[in-house]
């Protein structure tokens, strides 16, 4: 079981506009070209940060619209917030706010041995890594640049506690794939 921030950042390392866009990413191929199938599969619960539910909600699930969908994933979610937010019915996901590893204990043991998603955004991964529990970063670097936004990764990581690049490979022309081992990661 590990802990996976997993996300797609552009060349200048911001994961969304300031204004919480990605229409920058989707020119620049399809998911499941990616790695990302492979990915979910071994996904047994995952968490994420108040922005990116929001996004959640008016882009793929779209409530009150006539055009609603449902939540799309099956897996348990932690919403980290300190917001009020819309509940979507019939989908596994709880609202939660404070320190991450009450969380990340509850969702080890949701999880069923498969791995953690850390969806985003870039300070919740922060978080789990600050608190020493995030064991891997596999970012899709995309051929493009935003010059402000979202930062993928807001800390600052270096000396012996610098992530190791374990691989790197490219999807199609948009996108470079690259995963780091963080170093003290304790899943």
């Known amino acids: ?10 060349l200048d ?7 919480d866009s990605l229409e920058w990413l989707f020119p620049l191929g ?24 929001a996004w ?5 699930v779209k409530p009150g619209t006539g055009k609603q969908a449902p939540w799309p994933y099956t897996q348990p979610t932690w919403v980290l917030s300190s917001r009020q937010h819309e509940r979507v019915e019939g989908a596994d996901i709880r609202f939660v706010q404070g320190d991450v590893r009450p969380v990340h204990e509850q ?7 498969k791995n953690l998603w850390i969806v985003g955004g870039g300070d919740l991964a922060g978080q789990f890594h600050d608190a020493g529990l995030l064991d891997e ?21 270096t000396g012996a ?15 470079a794939e690259l ?9």
């Open 179 to 187: 995963r780091y081992e963080v170093p003290g990661g304790r899943s």
């Open 107 to 113: 969702m080890r043991q949701a999880a069923s041995g």
């Open 56 to 60: 959640m909600l008016r882009h793929v």
């Open 30 to 53: 399809h998911i499941n070209d990616t790695s990302y199938p492979a990915f979910i599969q071994e996904v047994g619960a995952m968490a994420m940060g108040s922005s990116t539910y």
């Open 161 to 175: 506690a610098a992530l190791r690049l374990t691989s790197a490979r490219s999807f199609g022309a948009g996108f």
């Open 137 to 157: 970063v596999i970012v899709q670097i995309g051929s493009v640049t935003l010059a402000t936004g979202k930062p993928l990764l807001p800390r600052r990581i």
């Open 13 to 19: 390392g911001f994961i969304a506009t300031e204004d």
């Open 1 to 10: 079981m590990k802990t996976q921030y997993y996300t797609a950042s552009s």
